[in-house]
């Protein structure tokens, strides 16, 4: 990483120094990016939430997991949820239907999943938000966001490709960071869910849910 090289001095009211880099024997004015919500990008820490890959259900609308902000005061950005197929079990897999929506109520029952931080430095998580894998109640769906299919069949081309890439990406690309989006933004007492939408058991799949909070 190379850090700025200089400064120089600008003076409206009672001035302020500002980070200059040599470059050819010019100074160059150094910038930081904001975000489209005026944070400074990678200013805000980040946790993830890893839902290992679990078996799918054989139950027509099953809920795999939830993520819902109870906090009467902070902001949650979602910046990123990959699906992750598993392609190292073996299964007679067929294409399966699924569905992110949002949610007006947390989920109850299923297993909390403890989000890790990407810099142990920053401040735990606030206790209010909370995710789990396969919640038994609760979770009230509201708005629809995206439907989409996939295969779990481990051999398959695409399935295989999605995989190797890292996972599928939910968050629609308008709204990633790297587009300049603000992520899938949820205010107090609202959440996500993802539903198996198709009545199988045959596959498993696994999630990686990136999110800020201000």
Same mark, same amino acid.
């Given at each position: 990483?190379?850090?700025?090289?200089? #400064?120089?001095?600008?003076?409206?009211?009672?001035?302020?120094?500002?980070?200059?880099?040599? =470059?050819?024997?010019?100074?160059?004015?150094?910038?930081?990016?904001?975000?489209?919500?005026?944070?400074?990008?990678?200013?805000?820490? *980040? /946790? !993830? /939430?890893?839902?290992?890959?679990?078996?799918?259900?054989?139950?027509?609308?099953?809920?795999?997991?939830?993520?819902?902000?109870?906090?009467? &005061?902070? =902001? =949650?950005?979602?910046?990123?949820?990959?699906?992750?197929?598993?392609?190292?079990?073996?299964?007679?897999?067929?294409?399966?239907?699924?569905?992110?929506?949002?949610?007006?109520?947390?989920?109850?029952?299923?297993?909390?999943?403890?989000?890790?931080?990407?810099?142990?430095?920053?401040?735990?998580?606030?206790?209010? !938000?909370? %995710?789990?894998?396969?919640?038994?109640?609760?979770?009230?769906?509201?708005?629809?966001?995206?439907? /989409? #299919?996939?295969? #779990? *069949?481990?051999?398959?081309?695409?399935?295989? !490709?999605?995989?190797?890439?890292?996972?599928? *990406?939910?968050?629609?690309?308008?709204?990633?960071?790297?587009?300049?989006?603000?992520?899938? =933004?949820?205010?107090?007492?609202?959440?996500?869910? %993802?539903?198996?939408? &198709?009545?199988?058991?045959?596959?498993?799949?696994?999630?990686?849910?990136?999110?800020?909070?201000?």
């Amino acid at each position: 990483m190379t850090l700025a090289g200089d #400064s120089i001095l600008v003076t409206p009211g009672s001035g302020a120094t500002v980070a200059t880099h040599t =470059v050819a024997s010019k100074e160059h004015q150094v910038v930081m990016v904001a975000d489209a919500a005026g944070h400074i990008l990678g200013s805000k820490p *980040e /946790y !993830i /939430y890893l839902i290992p890959s679990q078996v799918h259900v054989a139950a027509a609308n099953a809920v795999h997991w939830d993520l819902f902000n109870a906090d009467a &005061t902070v =902001v =949650v950005r979602v910046l990123s949820i990959l699906q992750i197929p598993n392609i190292t079990t073996a299964v007679t897999g067929i294409v399966f239907d699924w569905l992110l929506e949002r949610t007006t109520a947390v989920g109850t029952g299923g297993s909390t999943i403890t989000a890790w931080q990407a810099d142990l430095n920053d401040p735990a998580l606030d206790a209010d !938000i909370t %995710c789990r894998s396969k919640p038994t109640g609760g979770a009230t769906a509201s708005t629809d966001l995206r439907n /989409y #299919s996939l295969s #779990s *069949e481990e051999t398959n081309t695409g399935t295989i !490709i999605i995989a190797s890439q890292g996972g599928l *990406e939910l968050v629609p690309r308008p709204l990633l960071a790297g587009e300049g989006g603000e992520g899938i =933004v949820l205010r107090q007492n609202q959440g996500l869910r %993802c539903v198996q939408v &198709t009545n199988s058991a045959a596959g498993n799949t696994g999630w990686l849910i990136t999110i800020t909070v201000e």
